[in-house]
Every structure is written in C-alpha cells, then in structure tokens.
C-alpha cells in the first residue's frame, strides 16, 4: 500500500520557471491537502479539495495553482517561481471527518535559485 | 480564529526519563481534534496520537499519551521512556471539523541524550 506518493523529491528552479509538484494517493480519500514547510517553521496549508472537481484556498495560495480531476491525484502548480517559495512541500489526504488522521507523503523539496 | 501554540522551541530529556511537549489551542468551535506529528530528521511526517474534543479520556498510543485539560486549552503530549531515537521536531495539530484542515504549531524540537 503505497499511500500519499509525492514526485519529485528534490527540485532546483530558476526565478521566473514554473512547475508541476505531482501528488497521488491510493486509500480513496475524499480529501487532499497541500501545505509548504519553511526551515524551522510548522506547516501552512496552500490549497485543499474536498473532492474531485472542488478545491479552495489555504492560508498562503499566493503563487500557485491547483486541480483535482480525479479523487488520487492532486498536483500542485508553481507559476513564475520566485526565491520566497524555496520550501519543503507536502500533500496530505484523509478521510471526511472522524478520528483517521492525515496521510502525509514524504516530501518535496524545491529550491528557487 | 483557530490557533495552535507550541511555546517550547527546544526540549532535552535523558534517555529513559519521560518529558512533556506543551500545545495549547484556541478555538469557538466545540467539535475539533487535535493531533501530534513526528518529524525526524529524514522529514516525514509520522502521526502519533489523537485526541477528540468530546473524549472522556486522555488518549494513549504506547509510550505516547496526550494530556488533555480542555478547560485550560491545552493538550501536552507526553513521552514516557524516552528513546533516542524520540530525538526529532514534534508538532501539534488542530482540525477544524468542517473542512478537515489542520493548523499547525510552530513545533518543539526535543534532543534524548544518553
């Protein structure tokens, strides 16, 4: 059981590239969730959906894009890349409600040079 | 507006000794739940315990459980023998129970030495 599947692990753009961060889960979650890590900093959610076809603004959405066509897969865009968005990236994804905690993948790593 | 606080930026304990990792939260909501989060050095995030607002008890996960005092908003999480490789950032969590988002505190890094 693979869970939360995060590609790449480890990105370098230059200013002004964009990209896709591609996240794809398998336990049938209604819910998925993107969030940045800064260095020494808690996690901040970006973009969510609560299914295929929906999705809506986190706390910091500024500078990205997102889409959810299918319940796996949520892929995050990254537009005109800029230094600020050097950051460790996760997806997360749950069930609605209940006691199931959030399945995180393991992580992208993007540096903006 | 809902909010998690994690006021110990640093925590050491020896190994075998049990250490305490403060949260406290704010919310108007009455139904929420609030988590704790592992994350070594390697980054994952690996979740450990859980806690609902209208649980009676306190939660327990092997040597992790949750101090729960909902009066004073807070929900320590506690470790009883330490290992080292407890050695990691810990994170607490809240969700908010219409959308299933977690905000998060700004973590408590704890060190076991031998």
């Known amino acids: 059981n693979a869970g939360v599947t995060q590609t790449p692990k480890f990105r370098i753009l230059k200013i002004g590239q964009s990209m896709t961060l591609q996240c794809t889960q398998d336990?049938?979650?209604?819910?998925m969730y993107w969030y940045r890590q800064d260095p020494g900093m808690g996690l901040k959610l970006i973009y969510y959906?609560?299914?295929?076809?929906?999705?809506d603004k986190g706390e910091v959405p500024n500078g990205y894009n997102v889409s959810r066509s299918t319940t796996e897969d949520f892929p995050l865009r990254l537009e005109l890349a800029a230094p600020s968005q050097t950051s460790v990236y996760f997806c997360?994804?749950?069930?609605?409600?209940?006691?199931?905690?959030?399945?995180f993948g393991d992580g992208t790593r993007l540096s903006i040079l | 507006a809902q909010k998690i606080t994690q006021t110990q930026p640093g925590m050491f304990v020896q190994e075998k000794e049990a250490v305490t990792l403060d949260c406290t939260y704010d919310?108007?909501?009455?139904?929420?739940?609030l988590f704790w989060y592992k994350q070594p050095s390697s980054g994952e995030m690996i979740f450990l315990i859980y806690q609902g607002s209208y649980d009676q008890q306190n939660a327990t996960e092997g040597r992790y459980s949750l101090n729960f005092q909902k009066a004073r908003k807070s929900a320590n999480l506690v470790i009883s023998a330490s290992q080292l490789g407890d050695s990691a950032m810990y994170f607490c969590a809240m969700r908010e129970q219409a959308t299933d988002k977690l905000i998060f505190g700004t973590g408590t890094r704890l060190q076991v030495f031998p």
């Open positions: 959906s609560v299914g295929a076809g929906i999705t």
């Open positions: 336990m049938n979650h209604n819910y």
């Open positions: 997360a994804s749950s069930s609605p409600a209940g006691v199931q905690p959030q399945h």
């Open positions: 919310t108007s909501d009455p139904s929420y739940g």
